[in-house]
């Protein structure tokens, strides 16, 4: 699934949504509906009126409130709407899920230690990243196709989640996804359309990103 060969000259602005109280705690949330704080707001305005600028056909976003709220700011300022999609959630983590980094590896020091090798885990009981990308890459596929000639679409998500995205739409083995590395809070990433389908543009741009405080650890 590495996109079309048509050369249409889309593009695919994947974002990474503003700053959460547990992301400054550097909690695994996963799942959990966690909102923004209000620098995380603020994040997302400053964000917005710089995607604005890209001139976005199209906003979709995961129905979590982080990224919901963030994805909102985008609409203000460039009057779309929001399709709001359940598959673009951050990576359900089980028990991991509202643990610290120090928590996560005094725990689940193995488990974490696999994951980081490039191994396939289901961190906490919960999902593989191959399936963050089974049910995300096909939803952000399936509005980009709804672009007109040379259209931008703004997918606002989570880290893991927009990593896993990139990585199945370039074609990458999974075990090599972790070289993405991570998005700071409202940064984003673009894929531009190319005769032989998707390719990476822009990683983690943004104005001055801040250190990554991760959804995924």
Not at 10 to 29: D, P
Not at 192 to 205: F, P, S, T, V
């Amino acid at each position: 699934m590495n996109g079309s060969s048509s050369g249409r000259g889309r593009r695919i602005v994947l974002w990474r949504h503003g700053q959460t109280a547990w992301n400054l705690e550097r909690r695994f949330q996963g799942s959990t509906d966690i909102e923004l704080t209000e620098d995380g707001i603020g994040q997302a305005r400053r964000a917005a009126r710089l995607l604005a600028s890209l001139k976005p056909d199209a906003i979709v976003a995961s129905d979590l409130r982080r990224a919901s709220a963030t994805a909102a700011e985008l609409a203000a300022v460039t009057g779309l709407a929001v399709a709001h999609d359940a598959a673009l959630r951050e990576t359900y983590a089980g028990a991991w899920q509202g643990l610290t980094h120090e928590e996560i590896i005094g725990r689940y020091a193995e488990q974490y230690a696999a994951w980081k090798r490039g191994e396939p885990v289901r961190r906490g009981g919960g999902e593989l990243e191959t399936e963050v990308a089974d049910r995300a890459a096909p939803v952000v596929l399936e509005h980009a196709d709804k672009l007109p000639d040379g259209g931008t679409l703004v997918v606002a998500s989570h880290g893991g989640t927009i990593r896993t995205t990139i990585g199945r739409l370039l074609g990458l083995e999974a075990h090599h996804w972790e070289g993405l590395g991570g998005l700071s809070n409202c940064c984003w990433s673009v894929l531009g359309e190319g005769a032989r389908g998707w390719r990476l543009l822009e990683h983690n741009a943004g104005t001055l990103p801040e250190p990554v405080l991760g959804d995924d650890v």
